[in-house]
Structures are given as structure tokens and as C-alpha cells.
């Protein structure tokens, strides 16, 4: 078992900046790629950022694209989600996921696809 734990979320007004970060803990070992989704009030999950387990492959949703990058550092064995310019409708519930996978350049955007996800860090962008 893998256990995800968010932190960084806060109340930011538009414009600002935030860090989320992704402390995976427990049965880390082997090759894991990584993602962040978000949930807004009354809206379904949706997919922000993807990472490959090897780390040389992105992906950002377009949303987004330009003011979130997603990173890892293995040295401190973190998952990072660097958001700027944010915006009112960036408010939401963000959470990490990991995937098991035998391909290391792969990343990957939908939610099923994840078998661990952390708790959720809550993001409030006021206008």
C-alpha cells in the first residue's frame, strides 16, 4: 500500500501563487507515475497535471497550461504541483494519485486509471 499525503493548500487571492506538495509514504518502491486532480463544489473530478515515473515526461491540462508545473524531487521522494496566476476558478479540492506502471515514460490523465490518492489539500483563489 502507498500512502499520499497533500500539503501547501491555503486561501490565495487571484493572481497568487501556491505550492502543493506530495509526500507518497509506505510501499514506495518500484516505479510509480504520479498525478494531480482537482475537485470543485459540485463539479466532478478532473485531471491537472501528470508526471512519468521517470520523470522526463508532463503533461498539463489546458486549463492550465503555461501556470501549473507538476515536478518530482526523488532526492526528498516528493511530488510538487507549482501553481501561479491563479484564478477564482481554480478553487477547488486538489489531490495527488499514483500509478504502478511497467512503463516509465508513460504518464497518464484519467482518474481510474490511479490506484492510490491522497486526502485532499483544499485551494481557495478569491477574486
Known amino acids: 500500500q502507498v500512502q499520499l499525503v497533500e500539503s501547501g493548500g491555503g486561501l490565495v487571492q487571484a493572481g497568487g501563487s501556491l505550492r502543493l506538495s506530495c509526500a507518497p509514504s509506505g510501499r514506495t518502491a518500484g516505479s510509480y507515475a504520479m498525478g494531480w486532480f482537482r475537485q470543485a463544489p459540485g463539479k466532478e473530478r478532473e485531471f491537472v497535471a501528470a508526471i512519468s515515473a521517470n520523470s522526463t515526461n508532463t503533461y498539463h491540462a489546458d486549463s492550465v497550461k503555461g501556470r501549473f508545473t507538476i515536478s518530482v524531487d526523488n532526492a526528498q521522494n516528493m511530488v510538487y504541483l507549482r501553481m501561479n496566476s491563479l484564478k477564482p476558478e481554480d478553487t477547488a479540492v486538489y489531490y495527488c494519485?499514483?500509478?504502478?506502471?511497467?512503463?516509465?515514460?508513460?504518464?497518464?490523465?484519467?482518474?481510474?486509471?490511479?490506484?492510490?490518492w491522497g486526502q485532499g489539500t483544499r485551494v481557495t483563489v478569491s477574486s
Open positions: 494519485a499514483a500509478k504502478p506502471t511497467m512503463y516509465p515514460w508513460s504518464y497518464y490523465t484519467q482518474a481510474i486509471e490511479y490506484d492510490y
